[in-house]
């Protein structure tokens, strides 16, 4: 039977990467992104295969229009949280009100997207929810320290869906992706000081010297929510060239 998917922040980097991958592999996709313009460019791609839900995931009543629209199509059976922002400050240098913007799409629209979907999974017969984290989640990178909390909570966001929702059929994994070349990770070195002294440094302090691409955590995404692995649940998938085993 064929199940729909929820993907946000699809329209570009690894939720564009993951939405083409996930309709390749047979689901339907609705897919979210607040880019009107890449949000066109991604719909065309999907075709008869998915569609763009646009809007912004931190506004009322969002997440559950997403979910609604997927459940149109086919029984909810996947949503992948990918929506997510960055900048760089230490915890000193971090003003108030962005910690608060960051909070609310990289966890709080994650979560509610999340509250939005079980039902529907439940309904279903189950379903899987995958979060993408980061390195970030599990080791602390210097001067990010709102966006190093954003991730490794929705570790455990992972962990207590994976725990509260079993029963339901409903399994959660996060996927962590080291430094992979998106269009956020573009901005983030654009914003450092020194751009090419920063991108040096993301390649090089990872034994495989080089970033990630959005196909590799992408095709992550896919086999976390194949049912040939139905009995993983609670777990972290780090994808990350080895830069945390270091």
């Known amino acids: 039977m064929r199940r729909s998917a929820v993907v946000t922040g699809a329209t570009s980097g690894i939720g564009r990467a993951a939405a083409i991958a996930l309709a390749d592999a047979g689901w339907w996709v609705a897919a979210s992104g607040r880019d009107a313009e890449r949000g066109a460019e991604i719909g065309d791609e999907l075709a008869a295969r998915g569609a763009v839900v646009s809007g912004d995931l931190t506004e009322p ?24 922002v960055h900048f760089l400050a230490s915890l000193t240098e971090t003003v108030p009100q962005r910690w608060d913007e960051l909070m609310a799409l990289n966890l709080r629209a994650a979560a509610l997207t999340a509250r939005a979907a079980i039902p529907a999974m439940r309904a279903a017969g189950g379903g899987v929810v995958v979060n993408v984290s980061s390195e970030a989640g599990i080791v602390a990178v210097p001067g990010q320290a709102a966006y190093n909390v954003s991730k490794a909570a929705l570790l455990m966001l992972t962990q207590s869906i994976a725990v509260d929702y079993a029963a339901d059929g409903i399994r959660a994994v996060s996927i962590c992706p080291g430094t992979t070349r998106t269009a956020l990770v573009d901005g983030a070195i654009a914003a450092a000081a020194d751009p090419v002294a920063h991108e040096n440094l993301l390649a090089s302090s ?7 691409k959005p196909e590799e955590i992408a095709a992550a995404i896919v086999f976390a929510a194949s049912d040939e692995v139905s009995y993983m649940t609670g777990s972290h998938l780090v994808i990350d060239g080895g830069y945390t085993a270091v």
């Open 61 to 84: 009543g969002m997440p559950d229009a997403l979910v609604e629209r997927a459940g149109q199509e086919a029984p909810l059976g996947l949503l992948v949280n990918c929506a997510g």
């Open 206 to 212: 990872r034994p495989a010297k080089r970033l990630g």
